[in-house]
């Protein structure tokens, strides 16, 4: 599907991926329409001058007549929803603003596109998280998803939401699901690269809120916006379905911090926490659909990145 042309909607943006996402799509000379609740001075949205090259509107996704009076104002047809309270710790320590967020917010753009119709392609961003514990193997798109606490169960239910939108009112989404994302513009300092490379810069002790043996897959930004002009690109394959984006990189927080020291030849000073009482251990993404369907590959791996990550977040943080 071609989108020069279209009326494009972005909720989250001023985020670390959506901004990341924002520049593709404007490099492309498309001026999408981003929503946004606050923006970081320091974030790679504001870095890149990216409120030059798109609309900014300011709006809570949680107030559905906002919503609506945005997406009919413009007579918007294409929506990439990755708004969202992305962090665990948080929605431990807050449930409530990330069930109205993930699952409130979800439905409330959803709904507001199905009452205004007419729309080309809606994309759901949802998350490893959704599939809940499932031992050691690689989850597939046809896994039941499952939350047990509260930020897996804020995913895993907008992510069955988008798919009720799917089956009852044959709307036109997809859904993704990504691991662990880092790269440039990454300002959650309580993620694990993040937290590396603010320890590193400012002689800090990391904190490692696990044992350290936690395992994920960890993907270049680059690599999940590639995915979504994938997804769009292909959209006649993929309408109506989820999507896994995994990683050839499966790697624990204590390989991470010993990459990171073998590679920028850096001491890290980090403790052991393990006060993550709520968090899966082992998480990991079956790709192959993504492979087959869409032609999609990961063209980036974290030892080669490394050194431009590090030299990003120096410099935004000695600024």
Sequence with gaps: MEIVNKNILITG??????????????????FPIVLYRSIDLKSYFTLQNLNTKTQLIYQDINDYAGVYRIITKYKINVVFHLAAQALVELAYDNPLDTLLT?????????EVCRQKGDMDAIIVASSDKAYGKKGNVKYKESDALV???PYETSKA??????????????MPISITRFGNVYGEGDLNFSRIIPGIMQA???????DVRSNGKFIRDYIYVDDVVN??????KNWNKICGQSINFGSKETLSVMEIVQLVEKTLKLKIKHRILNNSKNEINYQSLNDNKARKILKWRHNYNLKNMLPEIYSWYKNSLTQ
């Design 13 to 30: 943006g001023v985020g670390f991926i959506g901004s990341h996402l924002v520049k593709a799509l404007t490099d492309q000379g498309i």
């Design 102 to 110: 993930n699952i409130i917010g979800t439905a409330n753009i959803l």
């Design 147 to 149: 939350g047990n606490h």
């Design 157 to 170: 239910s907008a992510d069955l939401i988008a798919q009720m939108y799917i089956k009852t009112y044959n």
């Design 200 to 206: 590193l810069i400012k002689k800090q002790t990391l």
């Design 227 to 232: 995915g979504y002009l994938s997804i769009i």
